[in-house]
């Protein structure tokens, strides 16, 4: 994978990252530049906004982050001029779990330990509930919750007047979806609340940019898993048993999603 800034739409790039195959969005406005997510730490965003001299000498005066997790969230602290925008419970959610999500990280990976120590965990300070739609720089940018999905704090970010629309983690390519904060019983109808705003490029928050026809289909996946829970849930089997049956993902991809499932399941 060759990491380069890709024009998309009129003004619009993302970046695809090796690291976790992130993908950064940028949007080229008058007097300034909004950034969708800033990757998982201050020295992969300082690299990240280097890279951005290819294409702008502009400065960064926007940030949005997707949801809260740290790959998408922990370069926050390089953008001390910008406004960051994110929902609100993203905000609440790294206020109340950024160390926790750093101690995690660190246990995963800890060659890492001294970079994330170095981090500091900045939530949105600009944040909504529903929808926002504010014009930045004169580009028309249109926020929305639809409901929870990979957390219960994705927002898709869509750009009408250049036919883009930044979906996060609630569209992953490349890999299935990320289930271990997720609400499977839910995701189906938020993604189907996207489908609408498909009609062009759309970003996932991980792989290569894809369309509504991928879209669809990975809705037509999530619907699976939510049957699939519900039914066996019923019959009375454990997550870990009904993972080693049928499905759209392997049993380890499942075993997270129907654990998950059968907690919004039991309070149902």
Same mark, same amino acid.
């Given at each position: ?39 998982? +730490? ?7 906004? @280097? ?13 949005? %982050? ?9 370069? %926050? ?15 609440? *959610? ?72 930044? *979906?996060?983690?609630?569209?992953? @390519? ?59 849930? *019923?019959?009375?089997?454990?997550? +870990? ?19 998950? *499932? ?7």
């Amino acid at each position: 994978m060759t990491e380069r800034w890709t024009e998309i739409g009129t003004g619009v790039f993302v970046r695809r990252h090796t690291s976790l195959d992130l993908n950064i969005g940028v949007v080229i406005c008058e007097g300034g530049v909004l950034v969708i997510d800033t990757r998982a +730490s201050h020295v992969q965003a300082a690299e990240m906004v @280097e890279s951005l001299r290819a294409i702008t000498k502009l400065p960064v005066r926007w940030v949005i %982050n997707t949801h809260h997790h740290w790959d998408h969230t922990f370069g %926050n602290q390089m953008f001390p001029e910008a406004a960051i925008w994110g929902h609100e419970r993203c905000a609440e *959610a790294m206020r109340t779990h950024g160390e926790a999500m750093r101690a995690q990280v660190k246990a995963m990976a800890p060659d890492y330990a001294a970079i994330l120590d170095a981090v500091v965990i900045t939530p949105p300070a600009f944040t909504f509930s529903t929808t926002a739609t504010l014009t930045f720089g004169g580009t028309t940018v249109e926020m929305r919750y639809l409901g929870r999905g990979h957390t219960d704090n994705d927002i898709a970010i869509s750009l009408p007047e250049r036919d883009v629309l930044f *979906a996060g983690d609630l569209i992953e @390519e490349g890999a299935p979806p990320s289930f271990n904060d997720s609400f499977p019983m839910e995701w189906p109808d938020t993604v189907a609340a996207l489908v609408p705003l498909s009609g062009g490029v759309v970003v996932p928050g991980h792989g290569a940019t894809v369309d509504a026809g991928f879209v669809n289909r990975q809705l037509d996946e999530l619907q699976i898993i939510a049957r699939l829970a519900r039914e066996r849930f *019923a019959d009375g089997i454990s997550p +870990s048993a009904a993972a080693e049956m049928s499905g759209p993902y392997t049993p380890e991809v499942l075993a997270t999603a129907f654990a998950r *499932a059968w907690r919004q399941l039991e309070t149902s």
